[in-house]
């Protein structure tokens, strides 16, 4: 009688198991989705590569960083653009080739995209006539100069032409982190460096 208890309590219990395990089957719908994910399910590769190169970065650049600042005496570039007004930045280069610099050579919060952080660079040299040159014969590079960066990412040289900037030449940089950038612009045979610190 003992072994007929035991037997029907194992029955019981096998059956009350079978009862709470999930259907084998799977609806076609979920069998569908499941071999054929879509894109927005999977992360984009520039967001894994963020998330494998994220730090933290200060408002203010260390000591360790060579921002760029005003050179002394400080530049005056040549008739038109003297008589120019700009304001929070400092002009810095030459006569063949110069920029213009925060005056505390800091990037803040830049507009963020998956390439990186964007700003506009703008490039004078004595002589350059918009209308003349729509596509500057100008190239720009840059380098992170406190930690290992994927270099950046560069437009084409352009034209530009506005009244408080006069005749100009326009490049756009998407730097793929934060941190202290060396940038350099090179047209015909002048070679321009500056360094800045890009900050959150």
């Known amino acids: 009688m003992r072994r007929l208890c035991f037997f029907l ?5 096998a059956a009350l198991l079978a009862g709470c395990a999930p259907k084998a089957s799977a609806q076609p719908e979920q069998v569908k989705a499941l071999e054929n994910p879509t894109l927005t399910a999977l992360p984009e590769k520039s967001a ?4 494998a190169t994220s730090e933290v970065v200060s408002h203010d650049p260390p000591a360790s960083c060579p921002t760029t600042v005003p050179q002394n005496p400080p530049f005056m570039p040549p008739a038109p653009y003297n008589t120019l007004e700009f304001q929070g930045e400092f002009l810095f280069g030459s006569k063949n080739l110069w920029t213009a610099i925060p005056t505390d050579a800091i990037w803040y919060s830049l507009p963020h995209n998956p390439n990186g952080y964007s700003q506009k660079v703008v490039w004078w040299r004595d002589g350059y006539v918009w209308t003349e040159e729509p596509e500057p014969a100008l190239t720009v590079t840059g380098e992170r100069l406190d930690a290992v960066a994927p270099p950046l990412n560069v437009s084409k040289a352009t034209n530009a032409y506005a009244s408080d900037i006069g005749s100009a030449m326009l490049v756009g940089i998407d730097l793929p982190t934060l941190g202290c950038w060396k940038i350099t612009g090179k047209y015909s045979n002048t070679e321009l460096s500056f360094v800045v610190w890009v900050a959150p």
């Open 9 to 13: 309590s194992i029955l019981t219990l």
């Open 48 to 51: 894994l590569i963020g998330m």
